[in-house]
Each structure stands twice: as structure tokens, then as C-alpha cells.
């Protein structure tokens, strides 16, 4: 089996780029596509943690779940003037991990849902108020997609303290 001799491995048969017929060298340059696999792979995974540190912002978000009734509170820039856009509507469904996270926020604009997806991370997001805590079962939301009127309704998820007893 002819196979040329990888640069890695070359000095220590003292041939350099010929080909060879050699059973160890064959083992040699798989060994050195393997390393060179490794390498690249931790290379690039350390390169994406230092971007997402770059970017995360830090800020503090309250916690809430799918059916939740939230408020975020969204930056917009339109040309040289920037305001905030209170965005009103049930989370639908959270997804992603780390600075990946993201949710989707549904609410009924003029008889029309519209949805949007804002990262966790945003540094466009100003704050987030939850209004009201929903009770539901699934961690995905997609039905109320299909769903008007009262049957989109979500019961409200209460709280018992236990210092009333």
C-alpha cells in the first residue's frame, strides 16, 4: 500500500514527501490526522467560548418559564434616535443553553398572532417584568398557535406561603 509520508512523522524516517511502501507510516499519518482532528476541534471550541464571554452581557434576568405572561422591555434604533418597545406576550417556549439561550414571546396583535424570538443575552433587551405566572404542562407551547379567544387562556399559576399557617 503506497502511501505518502506526512510532514509530521517525515523527520523521524529522514525522507520527506516521497512515497513509501511502509505499514508503520500508513499508522503513523492516521495517528496525525487524528491529533490534527483534536487540535483543530479544541482550538475552535476554545475560540467560540471567548467570543460568547466577549458578548455576554451579565445582566440579571427574573426567572420564568413557558406560559408566562412577561413583559420585555426592548431597545429600537431607527436611524440616529433610539427608544423602547414594550413587548407584551406569553412564552411560548425556551431553548438553547448558555449564552445561546433563547425565548419566544407570542401575544394577539389585532386578531393576528405574532411571535418573536429574543436571545437571553440581548444586549438590546432593557428588563424583563413578569406579569403573570402561567400553569401549564408542556415545555413547548405550540398549541395555542391554533387557539383563539378564551380557549388561548392560561390559568394563573398561585403561590401559598407557608408562614400563613
Known amino acids: 500500500m503506497v502511501k505518502e509520508i506526512c510532514s509530521t512523522f517525515a523527520p523521524l524516517f529522514a525522507i520527506s514527501g516521497k512515497k513509501f511502501r511502509c505499514e508503520p507510516i ?41 406560559g408566562d405572561t412577561i413583559t420585555v422591555a426592548y431597545r429600537i434604533k431607527e436611524g440616529n434616535k433610539e427608544r423602547i418597545q414594550q413587548y407584551r406576550g406569553v412564552v411560548i417556549k425556551i431553548n438553547g443553553e448558555g449564552v445561546k439561550k433563547r425565548f419566544t414571546v407570542r ?31 408542556r415545555a413547548k407551547l405550540y398549541y395555542l398557535r391554533g387557539l383563539t379567544g378564551k380557549k388561548a387562556r392560561i390559568k394563573e399559576r398561585r403561590f401559598v406561603k407557608k408562614d400563613a399557617q
Open 107 to 137: 401575544k394577539n396583535s389585532d386578531g393576528i398572532g405574532v411571535e418573536r424570538i429574543f436571545p437571553m443575552e440581548s444586549p438590546f433587551i432593557d428588563n424583563i417584568v413578569i406579569n403573570k405566572y402561567g400553569r401549564v404542562r
Open 26 to 66: 500508513r499508522v503513523a499519518c492516521e495517528y496525525c490526522e487524528e491529533l490534527n482532528k483534536n487540535v483543530f476541534t479544541q482550538f475552535t471550541m476554545d475560540l467560540i467560548k471567548v467570543a460568547e464571554q466577549a458578548f455576554a452581557t451579565g445582566k440579571e434576568l427574573p426567572s420564568f418559564l413557558p
